[in-house]
């Protein structure tokens, strides 16, 4: 059992291969989306000769599951991004969207520590 702050599995490897076994764990629902970001990142890098849509691709995925493999985080922010979208008001809806903003680069920032 999970106790509160605890990570559901240990931090994956920032490679395609790990991220997206991390995510079979914590947030399977989302894998398609990942797979075709993978091939949207691959495609953009062949055309463009770049790795970067690749490091885009890998960074944007680890923050996901770093956000993911902790349920508290993860709580706080799904609520926060229903809250960005369904929110009353406007000035509510920004509100939310600014804490899924600082979740989402909290874990960017643990990620690449």
Known sequence: MNHP???TIPRPEKTPTS???ALTVVA???LPELVEGQARAMA???RTG???PIHAFVAHWAAVVEIER???TAKAYHRANYLANHAPTA???WSHAVEVAELYRA???AVNG
């Open 91 to 93: 000035e509510e809806r």
């Open 107 to 109: 874990a960017l920032a």
């Open 5 to 7: 702050g605890q990570d």
């Open 70 to 72: 902790v349920p508290e």
């Open 28 to 30: 399977a629902d989302r």
């Open 50 to 52: 770049a790795a970067g």
């Open 19 to 21: 991220l997206k076994a």
């Open 44 to 46: 953009e890098a062949i």
